[in-house]
């Protein structure tokens, strides 16, 4: 068997609608996460294709 790559895309639809209180979220989840690739996390993990 072979690996089947897939590019998915998701929508989050209760999301908040006040500005402030989504990028609030966004911060605690990219934070929460640390991925590499988030600007907040470079100088944990290094700036990727630096």
């Known amino acids: 068997m072979g ?15 006040a500005r402030r209180t989504r990028q609030e979220l966004e911060l605690n989840l990219i934070l929460k996460w640390r991925s590499p690739f988030n600007k907040e996390n470079w100088e944990r993990w290094g700036q990727p294709f630096g």
């Open 3 to 17: 690996y089947s790559p897939a590019v998915n895309a998701a929508f989050w639809w209760d999301a908040p609608v």
